[in-house]
């Protein structure tokens, strides 16, 4: 049995609320739930018996503790991630920002870490099974890519980090971004042993991946987020004086949890248009494009500008600026025009997936995988690939997305002009079964939603 769940984005706190520990609590249940109906295992007769399994593995799969997401980029004056990721002083910092997570979601972790002691279940006769044992293992994303990072120093953080949620991975290694970086090919043989391939999704993401340099660098979302998603909710309630408590603060700094990035401006605007009225609406419309031209101007940033061709800088500059004089319908039909150059669709993710290797023969030897497994999206999905013949039987190929567990804020379709959005928070996880196991069922998958 193999579960996996991804983009937790749990953060020190200095930058909007993230799920809290009675999330992982109702997961910790779930969970017992889920190996206990994958102890009922079906055999080549069709019987089903319950049949303790041996263990469960458990993939985080990228942007767990979302190193990005914190004040502390802003108010430090020389460092950003796109600093040299060499020095001591940057993994310096990376080690505080890392500790200041961990404490702030100490509750959570410490239910994510008990799972580690082993599952006891109960068949229906009300006989106990167990411990059955539960192996947790963590492969980066965009957001925590520096535990990727192969600085000596970055031990240190990795051994808090183990410690703290109990994971399997080796402090010594970096955490793998990749299913197939691991020497000793453990993760590997895994999700092959279950038919599916895992990667959190971020390399077919140009905004959140760079190519050229992989993914032991910053990228472009980087500084999206630091100077323009952190620093705008900072900026209006400097510029205008505010309070910690008051509303218009308080609700700027769910910024990062607007998706898609290309419904970012319109958001803004309806919270401006619901917390500000006036002068306050102008000069909070004047911080938004104060920190546009701040982050514009950046050396990093302009390092992404390409001269006499449209590019992401580009799109950035035309979907995100936001006038007090030009009606929003107006600017928002602009943004639509450039939104493909700043988001990848479902449908992109999708492609990706139909042509990842770990699905096509290879050689004379069948596929190794049915199943292909992204997070990065926040959007859980599952969607029909291909049927294919595969040791003399018909079986389904299928993309899934693992969601996130967070807040998340979506547009009202009523009245779609009005900018009005509703917020929930939400929780996916997905499992994947062999051997028989769960009456013989391949996988299945869970979306919750909490109303806020």
Known sequence: MLVIISDLHLTDGSSGDTINGEAFRVFKEDFRTAITDACYRKNDSGTVSFIPIKQCDLILNGDILDVIRTEKWRKHPKLFPWSDNTTDKFVDFVATITHDILSNNAEGLAYLKSLTDGVTVYDRNGKSHGPIPVNIHYLV????WFFHLPHPEMNVVRAHIVDA??????PKEVFPHTIEELKDGEIEQLCESHSVYV??????????????????????????VVLLLNAFPARVKDNLKLEEDDLLYVNLKEIDNVRPLAEIPSWVYGTLRKYAAGEKFQRAVEAWNECLCQFLDNDFVKGYDRPWRPDLVDAIQVAFKISAVIPMNTIVRM?????????????????????EPWLSKQGGAPARARFVSYGHTHTPLLFPIDEVE????????????SGTWRRVHRRCERIPKEYEYTKFHVMTYLIFYKDGERSGRPYETWTGQLGS
């Not at 994303?141 to 925590?144: S, Y």
């Not at 905004?207 to 340099?213: L, S, T």
């Not at 018909?394 to 993309?399: N, W």
């Open 141 to 144: 994303g965009n957001h925590d």
């Open 335 to 355: 943004t639509d025009r450039i939104a493909p150059l700043l988001q990848q669709g479902e449908d992109h993710y999708v492609k990706a997936a139909m042509n």
């Open 165 to 170: 949620m109990g994971l399997q991975n080796d």
């Open 199 to 224: 990667q959190h999704g971020d390399i077919y993401d140009e905004i959140n991946f760079d190519v050229k340099h992989g993914r032991n660098y910053s990228s472009l979302g980087d500084a999206v």
């Open 390 to 401: 595969r040791n003399n039987e018909r079986v389904d190929q299928i993309y899934f997305n």
